[in-house]
């Protein structure tokens, strides 16, 4: 009677283990990296579509309209106080607003920054600049001429600024 043993032996496993713990570790900035800039992508396209609500508010409700921006609480909110519309949003974990345009050489770049659509009135100038944790940023703005939220990056909004 053979008594033959199946399985698999300690250093084996150990192997396997070391295989699968440098797989991880060579690929986890790239997935990290990746959900970094997925999030800076989801902060811009909800900016965008917070400007957007707002713009299209003050012309169809024919109401002013203002859009508050607090660097520091990572938030932007629309209001038409006639008509208690409010919408918020907070910018995901990892993405903070770095700048509110333009700039405001007589006040902090942190603080609270109000703008306000006019109906029938010119839009003004005004956007932010956001920065993600691998330092990738972006900058939405609305064009005073069009009165369209555009995205763009920081270099060619201070070239254009």
Known sequence: MTNTR?????????VVVTI?????????????????????HEA?????????????????SQQVVE???????????VRAPESKYERRIELPDGVTITRVLPGN????DLGVR???LYPGGSVPRFGIEMRNRRGQRRVVSVDPITGVPRI????EAADAG
């Open 6 to 14: 199946r399985g698999i032996t300690l250093i084996e496993m150990l």
């Open 20 to 40: 699968i713990s440098l797989a991880v570790a060579i690929s986890f900035p790239a997935v990290t990296s990746g959900l970094d800039s997925l999030r800076l």
């Open 44 to 60: 811009v396209r909800d900016v965008v579509s917070l400007f957007d609500a707002g713009l299209s508010r003050a012309q169809r």
């Open 67 to 77: 859009i508050t921006v607090s660097p520091r609480e990572n938030v932007l909110w």
């Open 105 to 108: 050489p007589t006040e902090d």
């Open 114 to 116: 109000s703008f306000y």
């Open 152 to 155: 763009s990056d920081p270099l």
